[in-house]
């Protein structure tokens, strides 16, 4: 039975939209995932996911042992120095009882989790959503075929290009950051250690590597990032493209070219922001992960925000009936002064240091390199500005720790 008051529509089947369903499946709402495509597909290679988005991933169900490669990462200039560590805070790893801070995962394998934790008839597949329509009580959803319907809230999670988002804040004003980055992901290499990843950098491209999991198998992700002006050409063969880039970097880069199938385990995408928004709801509907912030591959963090926000979004709707807008309003506020001033921070952060690893001229690129090569700012700014804030998070979902 449809109960007013507890209606959910959620348009998108990526990691963000699949999470808030998973919340508020918890809370009690009665929820529909409305998704384009006959299935939901993830898209990329391998992702680092963060502890505090696998503590999300536990709270939903989903067994974390053999999920993840737990991973010590380090930064290194192109000739293998350290230049900075991630350090892990014991006091994260305690409050979760999950240890480290990174852990590398197959996409697939990750959203095949998460999917398989929601009941089949909560996705509607072949829906490619049109608009919608507020009324005083509700909210209506129009589809491209002609079919529509009906529900208290709206969240928007159909990724970068979003039509909730679009209509309900204007036009995204897409900007292309200047980035390209190649993602690929292969087999287990023999010598290489399974517990590190090295994020590397010449003063032209960053090569980096870490272990992961896929379906529990070990192997390794990798990538590239180099500066691409938008609608650049193609490189007619990509693997010898990337191998003439990886002979300046120490070893293992090399390596992971030679052990990836170039048909079937490399993704490259250009990297696309939009100026940050203050706000991500407006009446009934509210939006998430790219539909408001998509973020820049120096963040590591795309996936893990995604899923963050649907957590969040569901604690503070928090299981209330829906009719009353001055609850809903409530809700979405509470849930945007926990969410964007945060968010908006790890995309501007990641899309400043894309800009100072890419775009600064060959001179001051060397001041840079120097600089980082001989001193601890760039360890100092990855705790203060990456670590610190995330960290700040952690230790307030108090709901989510473990009891000693």
Known sequence: MIEKGKRVAIVGAGPGGISAALGLLKQGYQVTVYESHPEPKPLGGAVLLSVPVLAVLRY???DLDNFGKKTKVEFHNQKGKIRANLAWNPKVEKAFGI???????????????MLAQLPSHV??????????RETEHEIELYFDNGDMATADILIGADGIRSKVSQQAFGEANLFH???????????????????????????KYQASYFPMLHDGKPGFEWWFVEARKENAAEPKDPKAYLSNIAKDFASPMKRFIEATDFSRQIFPWDIYNRPSLKHWSKGRVVCIGDAVHPVS???????????EDGYFLAKFLGGQALTDINIVKDAFAAFEKQRVDYVNHQVEFARTLGNVFHKLPWPLAKVRDFIYDHTGLL???????YLGTQ?????????????S
Request: charged share 15%; hydrophobic share 35%; glycine share 10%.
């Open 123 to 132: 996705i509607q597949a072949n829906k490619c959503f049109s608009h919608y």
């Open 99 to 113: 240890e480290g801070w990174h852990y590398g995962v197959l996409r697939k394998s990750a959203f095949g989790h």
């Open 177 to 203: 950051v200047g980035l390209r980055v190649w993602l690929a992901w292969c087999d287990p290499i023999e010598g290489l250690p399974d517990d590190r990843g090295v994020i590397s950098h010449s003063d």
């Open 379 to 385: 360890n100092t700014q990855l705790n203060k500005d």
């Open 60 to 62: 939903y169900g989903i």
């Open 391 to 403: 960290e700040a998070m952690c230790l307030s979902m108090t709901d989510l720790h473990q009891s």
């Open 297 to 307: 591959p120096y963040a590591a963090y795309g996936m893990g925000m995604a899923i």
